[in-house]
């Protein structure tokens, strides 16, 4: 999927074939398939734990609770980062 067709709807959940670790508040994600490492900083990171079969929607709603930030720039960035693990295989949209 591109970042057109990511919307507030989109199901997001991370794909099967990744392994993941938190460590000092940032992910590490392995997309096993293609064997790469990929470091994510603390609000992507959180995003990546929220990835769990929740709607854009949600966890935009949980980015905006939990750290000073408007809804347009978390909407925003929310989309780039989830369009670009989509397209590492990290995430799975639906």
Known sequence: M???SISGASVVRQA???A???IDGKAVVVVIDHQR???LNPVATR???LADGRTLGEI???IVQEFEVTREDA???????IDELARLGAVELA
Not at 75 to 81: G, P, Q
């Open 16 to 18: 099967e074939r990744t």
């Open 37 to 39: 490492l990929h470091t």
């Open 47 to 49: 995003i990546w734990e």
């Open 20 to 22: 993941s670790r938190v």
């Open 2 to 4: 591109t970042t057109t």
């Open 75 to 81: 909407e925003r960035d929310a989309i780039a980062l």
């Open 60 to 62: 935009v709603d949980r």
